[in-house]
């Protein structure tokens, strides 16, 4: 007998959307018919779900939680933790998030991603994951030696900075030599290495100009974190990346010029991907001048509508793969307390309304099919990341996470209507979806805007697939 039969959906599976009934049995897929087809399988719960949409969970590559605003670290204000972030997601379709685990120096490698579980353990809505991730000037040799048996453990994915971001904030920066060693690694053990790619000495000298002509005022961020660093560091993290072997990983691309990067880096056959960002693919730097213009900020930047424009190309065309949130849950007085390009906090409360957002400008307002759809909110981050093909696809034998989507509603979001946060960049927005059902292995986690199940999120190992680390597999 099944514990779950889901009858009467349009499910998006790797050959498309079909009218299907998904049976679960122990977490896992176990059946996947035909509607009005199947014969009448007795499961301890059937739900009709009536034609709606039905899509893997979603996956959000690239959330913190738990940290300290490095903007804001002289006060030690923190976002969010994993559990304010998972139930946001999990109410949005959202059934797994990657967070980061900080090495502190000191820590054998297994520290800082134990230390980081715990914070996750026991509390969470979603499963997650852990990039590996340095924010030091040099990783110790003896730390890097530790990194091939860490892949070996699951830890799939690592992460590092090429920039400090501002000049106020802490060290996180990663010098080239330290990154190049990480890649040996990384190539060798078989992992993938995510950059936020700036070029540190371009925005630092930016920022000096900027104040001597004493234009702090947020609306300046683009001509701090700008286009040319986005060309050359893109550039440069590619080419060491084609040198030492190792597949990466760019997040939060901001301007046509990473996009370029990217396309002809997958051009000439390179494994690299690139992640974009709903707010990036949606605002521009013109909303910075609004009252609260912070509130639409992470670092680098918001640019020029071309920037933005680029970021749906190449979304359709495949050039980048996923689409993450940089999710730092706060709220409003929080988000806003910064109003200069030096303290602005960056991240942003947007875990919650990605799904919706991605299928009301994707497909319904520009036409991307369902499957393009599922590859950019759910499947490429699996692949990529090395959770495929436990996570990011609706089959027999993969984990039964699912979000069903009501795309019959076309209904304007407040604040209110949201978990993760006292306040939305989304505000006002008109969603043509909306998740009506969220499940996680097979749990119902969500249900009419209501939370059935108690945190029963769990680590994921991460292994990534030879095809995703040898050439631009997806
Ligand atoms: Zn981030």
Redesign the pocket.
Known sequence: MLDLLLTNGLVVTEYGAKQLDIGILGGKIVSLVESGRSLAEEARETVDLGGQLVVPGGIDP?V?TNSVLPTAAESGIMCFGADRASEGAIYGGTTTLID?AHWHPGDNLEDSFARKAKEWDGLTYTDYALHGTFREQEIPFEVLDQVPDAIANGHGSWKVWMTNTTPTRPHQKTDLGNIWGLMEKVAEAGAMLAV?AEDDELVMYAYKRLERAKQTDLQYMPDAHNNISEKISFERVISLAEYTGAPIYL??VSAKEGVEAIAKARGRGLPVYGEILPHYAYFTAEDYKHPHGAIYH??PSLKSEADRDSMWEALIAGTVSTLAT?G?CTDFDVKTRGRTIFDTT??FAGIEMRMAVAYTEGVHKRGIDLNRYVDFTSANAARILGLHPQKGVIAIGSDADLAVLDTGVSRVITKDDLHEADYTAWEGYRVEAWPSMTVLRGHIMMRDGELKQGPIGHLLKQHVGKDVRSRPAC
């Open positions: 690239h913190h980061f936020h997040m939060h992470t670092y940089d730092v960056g991240g």
